[in-house]
């Protein structure tokens, strides 16, 4: 084979180990982006330590919950795997909560130290997992980096209840990693076992992990090759009987999930009405995610109907983009991918089946979007792979994005996980609800006196129980 032919070879193994000269900078380069996205995840959301509980479900998790002020208890124990009062089953998040208690009681600021703690091993395990699934090392970065300090994670992460989000996240990367080990190296019932072992854990720290193994799916596509071309029936076949241990873990936490009860009381929505918001909530997502403002705690569900030409839209949109990423699935199989994995993963919060009284939330786009920042990493790097300048202008835009999302995330946080969040207030005895107003730095519209009036009538919670 020629040196020509040889050059041209590299590029379609993009899981391929660099050569000896960029493996040797890389010894320097990965724990200096590590260090990097560790920086930026403390500087926007290092401030929250200084943050106190809320009212909006920190009650029922850590303050008002007087098991979980016990601290590790075998009682505690015992009660995390069988409780699920308000509408989850998660024992492992339980757990994670009682330790917080044993080492810092109720001094808020441990409980959000733990939080960010979370948030910054997915991020840098992300960055991990994305280099050694691909073998490129800045776009991985800088979707970890998008991932860390986007204004959408902030209430996954500056929200003390939403533990099971970054909890969940850690789990879902490591089983990410143990699954390229298992694909990258010799068939092992152990390396198998380890996956099986990190998704269950993933599972018990949230439920919304059940989409996981059509994930996995999609990686064996790409970047993992696993798939040729379009492959046949007896590839396909057996890529999913590989699988058949985790989409039973999946079964039986969606099958948790139905039997758990409700923590409040809301009124079902007709199922048109709730497929048309899911078209909605889809595309809201996707501007959010371009231009992150008017973020709130509560976004209420659409009471009567949707304009037509509202859905009609969304739905043209959600279209056009999916069928434009199958009409590249081969030569830009990033596009495919990127998408479905945002699609994918919205499914279990997108409204379809009604799983509470609001339209959407910012922390259900926590791990779906990673799909659409690898696209859109993956799209711009190679639409950009034959112009000259290309890395002097890449590093430019990612650095004037990254600047931007820090200013926005940082301010967000200011308001997340305080009394100037939701209309929370906190006194000295206990904490209680006041309830969003038109006097609230966040609730000012429209849109956010119909979410009070809406948690008036609909927000009936139950009472954790003490014993």
């Known amino acids: 084979m020629s040196q020509k032919s040889k050059t041209k070879a590299r590029p379609g193994k993009a899981a391929a180990m660099p050569s000896g000269a960029v493996r040797s900078n890389e010894r320097w380069t990965v724990p200096g982006v590590c260090v990097f996205l560790t920086a930026i995840v403390w500087m926007v959301f290092g401030q929250t330590l200084h943050h106190e509980f809320v009212s909006y479900d920190d009650d029922h998790y850590v303050t008002g919950n007087p098991i979980v002020q016990k601290g590790l208890t075998l009682e505690g124990f015992r009660w995390a795997l069988t409780y699920a009062g308000i509408g989850h089953w998660h024992p492992l998040t339980w757990l994670t909560h009682m330790l917080d208690c044993q080492f810092y009681g109720l001094n808020a600021g441990g409980h959000h130290f733990t939080n960010v703690l979370l948030h910054t091993a997915a991020v840098i395990l992300l960055f991990l997992v994305l280099r050694r699934m691909t073998g ?57 076992g380890v996956v099986v072992l990190l998704y269950a854990l993933g599972l018990l720290s949230k439920n919304m992990l059940v989409t996981l193994p059509f994930v996995l799916l999609l990686l064996d596509y790409w970047p993992l090759k696993r798939f040729s071309g379009f492959a046949p029936p007896k590839v396909l076949i057996r890529l999913v009987a590989e699988k058949i ?94 998408w479905l994995w945002y ?12 799983i509470s009284y609001y339209a959407r939330a910012d922390r259900y786009t926590y791990l779906p979007q990673i799909g659409i920042y690898l696209l859109l990493a993956w799209a711009a790097a190679d639409l950009c792979a034959r112009w000259r300048h290309r890395r002097l202008f890449l590093a430019g835009l990612s650095t004037v994005i990254l600047a931007a999302l820090i200013v926005c995330a940082h ?25 969003p107003n038109s006097t609230s730095p966040r609730f000012c519209s429209k849109r956010d006196e119909l979410t009070r009036q809406s948690l008036i009538t609909d927000r009936r919670c139950k009472s954790i129980p003490t014993s």
């Open 136 to 192: 490129l090392l800045w776009r991985s970065a800088f979707v970890a980096a998008v991932f860390a300090i986007h204004p959408l994670r902030v209430e996954s992460v500056a929200w003390i209840a939403e533990r099971k989000d970054v909890l969940s996240a850690v789990f879902f990367m490591l089983t990410l990693g143990a699954y390229v080990s298992y694909v990258r190296q010799p068939p092992s019932k152990v390396r198998y």
């Open 245 to 338: 241990t985790l989409f039973v873990l999946a079964f039986a936490s969606c099958i948790a999930t139905v039997l758990s009860p409700e923590k409040v009381t809301f009124s079902k929505l007709p199922f048109a009405l709730r497929m048309e918001n899911a078209a909605i909530s889809c595309v809201t997502y996707l501007w959010q995610m371009v231009y992150p403002s008017g973020l709130a705690c509560f976004y209420p569900n659409p009471t009567n109907h949707i304009p037509l030409w509202q859905v009609a839209g969304a739905v043209g949109f959600l279209l056009a983009v999916s069928g434009m990423a199958f009409a590249f699935r081969r030569t830009q199989p990033c596009l495919l991918i990127g």
């Open 343 to 354: 699609l994918g993963m919205m499914i279990p919060v997108i409204g379809i089946v009604q």
């Open 411 to 435: 301010k967000q946080a200011s308001y997340c996980g305080t009394a100037k969040c939701c209309g929370l207030t906190r006194s000295p005895a206990h904490l209680t609800t006041t309830l």
